[in-house]
């Protein structure tokens, strides 16, 4: 009897172990990444009732960095517009190939307080518009025909699902080299990006903190 009692409790410790470690396993998430780009340079050609062309400049969230890859990229910028690796191309020149699944979402809001991807309607290129709408007071900037400044909208966040189907938001700081507070578009070079983003490396996850 002893030894049956002994036996079950034995039994008991390990099955209430097994189950404690069970209980006790969890994935850890990697950090969101937070990071700024200075002077992403998107030169462009034609213009001013000319053609629009030359190659976008490609940029990869989970590098964090400008990219040549033909396939490894999320979003590509141009002058004032930004594709993003996913849908098909707008028919304008020199067009990066779209071999991906990337998509965008534009938040009226601030940086911080854009929390989370959970519930956006996010959109890709077509053959008839970008995601990022082209245009003055269309998508993230302004033109100022007065004194021919191009100026990021307050409060317009971009949000990306990106081509591995994590998330990141933008916000655009700076159209010209070196971001500066009043730029002057007799000295300042433009098609120079300046921004901030948050990139949440971890798969289906889709909060920015």
């Known amino acids: ?15 209430f172990t097994s189950c404690s470690s069970d209980d006790d396993t969890t994935v850890a998430l990697t950090p969101v990444e937070t990071a700024q780009v200075s002077n992403l340079f998107a030169p462009q050609t034609g213009g001013q009732g000319q053609p629009i062309g030359g190659e976008f ?5 989970e590098t964090g960095a ?8 999320d ?26 699944d990337a998509s965008a979402a534009i938040v009226t809001s601030t940086f911080d307080n854009v929390t989370t991807a959970e519930g956006l309607t996010f959109t890709q290129d077509s053959e008839s518009e970008f995601a990022i709408p082209t245009g003055s007071d269309n998508g993230w ?29 933008v916000e ?7 971001a500066p507070a009043s730029p002057d578009p007799q000295t300042d ?18 909060t920015f903190n």
């Open 1 to 15: 009897m002893n030894k049956n009692i002994l036996s079950l409790a034995t039994l008991l410790i390990i099955a």
């Open 57 to 61: 400049t490609k940029f990869d969230f």
């Open 66 to 73: 400008i990219t040549t890859s033909d396939t490894e990229w």
């Open 75 to 100: 979003i590509a910028f141009r002058g004032t517009t930004i594709a993003v690796n996913g849908g098909v191309a707008t028919g304008t020149d020199d067009e990066p190939t779209r071999t991906g």
């Open 141 to 169: 900037y302004n033109y100022n025909f007065q004194n021919n400044v191009v100026s990021p909208i307050p409060g317009q966040i971009l949000v990306f699902k990106t081509t591995e189907g994590n998330y990141a938001k």
């Open 172 to 178: 655009i700081l700076s159209y010209y080299q070196d």
């Open 189 to 206: 070079a433009s098609r120079y990006y300046t921004f901030n983003y948050v990139y949440n490396p971890n798969e289906g996850e889709t």
